[in-house]
């Protein structure tokens, strides 16, 4: 803890060095179910894609156009929304987006043609998009310095359960009430969600220290996360940051060590994106191509994601301890077993287990750059930098569903389609790599050393 004659407190340092408490637990709860709900909403069109395509007698690949107005949402709402919560608080960014998601996912099921659902996968892929780099910056912020990629990994769990949930309301429900249930379940869940997380989830300790040092909330949240700190009336809270960076300018994306990890982190997310996202999309009807039924397809989405739960909480401890290099070996995992699906003559059997493996490995890549992009940026740009990294991701999300679309509907064998799905993780690989080298070259450089006064100290990438 950092504290002087001043009665000045770093709230970061604090923070940062201290065990789990009944506050981190809270944040991390509130984080990982509205994560869950995320999950739920996010894989709503995916799993009734099927059905939806048979309600509408349209094309397979015309799902593509839904996929990719979706992701187009999610680009928009991760930049957006990352801004607003650099700008008004991450609990406001959270609050916003899941309503954002929320609405337009009650009026999908009145959509009666495929323009219109595409219009309201738009509009509710703003709020999924946005509620990624605000929960991801207030759990960055909130976490323990030695736990902070678990703790976002272990949030991020509710993802991929929402994922999970929302197949098996696909496989038992839509039989019975046909394709709009699932949107009907999500959104119902949004709205009730952002109801409590207003009353209940705290917002970012150190935003508040940067942008509203005088804000009553500071004081009462500092009392509730330490609460052996004795805080007299005169105390001030502040969080210690580069004097450079107290206003945020797109360039400080690429200042100092950003020059390198924003570049880096930029690919990866484009790549894993390219991978996870058209997989997550297409992977029931290319179950169901591979000759094994809509519920049976559905089944094993929810299999797959029910297994990436213990693949993101393995893979977190990992990175806390090895960094990015741990996610090398997760992204070739995935390529491996994607482009080992595809391979001709497998038994049905055989089919449902590599996808069971395919699936978490591909989610896990995908959770563990959303477990470190934090770390890489300060407080004061958190939202931003994650917002336009994330972006990049929904980028690439755009144009690999659509792409897979067409590929699926021109007859490309399944083995080239998936071939197409698994590469891009290739570049993730080797953009971890350099994250890694940039991670533990920069521990020790002079860009990491304090140059500016003791009590003003450069904030350490994570």
């Given at each position: 803890?950092?504290?002087?004659?001043l009665?000045?407190?770093?709230?970061g340092?604090?923070?940062?060095n201290r065990?789990l408490g009944?506050?981190q637990v809270?944040t991390?709860?509130?984080?990982?179910f509205?994560?869950?709900?995320?999950?739920l909403?996010?894989?709503?069109?995916?799993?009734?894609?099927?059905s939806?395509?048979?309600?509408?007698?349209?094309?397979?690949g015309?799902?593509?156009?839904?996929f990719?107005?979706?992701?187009?949402?999610?680009f928009i709402?991760?930049v957006?929304?990352?801004a607003?919560?650099?700008r008004?608080?991450?609990?406001?960014?959270?609050?916003?987006?899941?309503?954002a998601?929320?609405?337009?996912?009650?009026?999908?099921?009145?959509?009666t043609s495929l323009e219109?659902?595409a219009?309201?996968?738009?509009?509710a892929g703003?709020?999924?998009g946005?509620v990624?780099?605000?929960?991801?910056a207030?759990?960055t912020?909130t976490?323990?310095k030695?736990f902070r990629?678990s703790?976002?990994m272990?949030a991020?769990?509710?993802?991929?359960?929402?994922n999970?949930?929302?197949a098996q309301i696909?496989?038992?429900?839509?039989?019975?009430?046909?394709?709009s249930i699932v949107?009907?379940?999500a959104?119902?869940?949004?709205?009730?969600l952002s109801?409590?997380?207003?009353?209940?989830?705290?917002e970012s300790?150190?935003?508040l220290?940067v942008?509203?040092?005088d804000?009553p909330r500071l004081r009462r949240?500092?009392?509730?996360a330490?609460p052996?700190?004795q805080?007299?009336?005169?105390t001030?809270?502040?969080?210690?940051r580069p004097a450079?960076?107290?206003?945020?300018?797109?360039?400080?994306?690429?200042?100092s060590?950003?020059r390198?990890?924003?570049p880096?982190?930029w690919?990866?997310?484009?790549g894993e994106s390219?991978t996870?996202m058209t997989?997550?999309s297409w992977?029931t009807?290319?179950?169901e191509?591979?000759g094994?039924?809509?519920?049976?397809a559905r089944l094993?989405?929810?299999?797959?994601?029910?297994?990436a739960?213990?693949?993101?909480v393995?893979?977190?401890?990992?990175?806390d301890?090895?960094?990015?290099?741990?996610?090398?070996?997760?992204?070739?995992?995935?390529v491996?077993?994607?482009?080992?699906?595809?391979?001709p003559?497998?038994s049905?059997n055989?089919?449902?287990?590599?996808?069971?493996?395919?699936?978490?490995?591909?989610s896990a890549t995908h959770q563990?750059?959303n477990g470190?992009?934090?770390g890489?940026?300060?407080?004061i740009?958190?939202?931003?930098g994650?917002g336009y990294?994330t972006g990049?991701?929904r980028?690439?999300?755009?144009?690999?569903?659509?792409v897979?679309?067409?590929?699926i509907?021109a007859?490309?064998?399944v083995q080239?389609?998936?071939?197409?799905i698994?590469?891009?993780?290739?570049?993730?690989a080797?953009?971890?790599?350099?994250?890694?080298v940039?991670?533990r070259s920069r521990?020790?450089?002079?860009?990491?050393a304090?140059a500016v006064?003791?009590?003003?100290?450069?904030?350490?990438?994570?």
């Amino acid at each position: 803890m950092v504290e002087n004659t001043l009665h000045e407190v770093d709230v970061g340092e604090l923070l940062e060095n201290r065990r789990l408490g009944r506050f981190q637990v809270l944040t991390l709860a509130l984080g990982s179910f509205t994560l869950f709900v995320d999950g739920l909403d996010f894989s709503a069109p995916n799993v009734a894609a099927q059905s939806i395509v048979s309600a509408f007698h349209i094309k397979a690949g015309d799902m593509g156009l839904v996929f990719g107005w979706g992701y187009f949402g999610m680009f928009i709402g991760s930049v957006l929304l990352g801004a607003i919560g650099d700008r008004y608080g991450r609990k406001t960014g959270v609050v916003l987006g899941v309503l954002a998601y929320s609405l337009p996912a009650l009026l999908t099921v009145f959509a009666t043609s495929l323009e219109g659902l595409a219009i309201w996968r738009f509009l509710a892929g703003i709020g999924i998009g946005g509620v990624v780099p605000n929960a991801i910056a207030l759990l960055t912020e909130t976490a323990p310095k030695r736990f902070r990629v678990s703790f976002v990994m272990i949030a991020f769990v509710g993802y991929s359960t929402g994922n999970a949930a929302c197949a098996q309301i696909a496989a038992w429900f839509i039989p019975v009430f046909g394709w709009s249930i699932v949107f009907l379940v999500a959104g119902l869940a949004g709205l009730g969600l952002s109801l409590m997380l207003i009353f209940v989830l705290p917002e970012s300790i150190p935003f508040l220290a940067v942008r509203r040092p005088d804000d009553p909330r500071l004081r009462r949240l500092m009392a509730r996360a330490a609460p052996e700190l004795q805080l007299l009336p005169e105390t001030r809270l502040i969080l210690c940051r580069p004097a450079n960076e107290m206003k945020f300018s797109l360039k400080l994306l690429f200042t100092s060590y950003r020059r390198f990890a924003t570049p880096l982190l930029w690919i990866a997310f484009f790549g894993e994106s390219l991978t996870f996202m058209t997989l997550s999309s297409w992977l029931t009807s290319i179950l169901e191509q591979a000759g094994l039924s809509q519920m049976q397809a559905r089944l094993v989405f929810s299999a797959g994601a029910i297994a990436a739960i213990f693949a993101i909480v393995i893979f977190g401890r990992l990175i806390d301890r090895f960094g990015p290099r741990a996610v090398v070996v997760c992204a070739l995992s995935a390529v491996a077993s994607i482009v080992y699906l595809g391979t001709p003559g497998l038994s049905p059997n055989v089919i449902v287990i590599v996808a069971i493996l395919a699936y978490p490995c591909a989610s896990a890549t995908h959770q563990s750059l959303n477990g470190i992009v934090g770390g890489f940026y300060p407080t004061i740009i958190r939202g931003n930098g994650v917002g336009y990294a994330t972006g990049m991701g929904r980028v690439a999300a755009i144009l690999g569903p659509v792409v897979a679309g067409y590929l699926i509907e021109a007859k490309v064998p399944v083995q080239d389609v998936l071939f197409f799905i698994a590469a891009p993780d290739l570049m993730v690989a080797a953009a971890c790599v350099g994250l890694d080298v940039l991670r533990r070259s920069r521990f020790a450089a002079a860009d990491f050393a304090p140059a500016v006064p003791a009590r003003e100290p450069r904030e350490q990438l994570a």
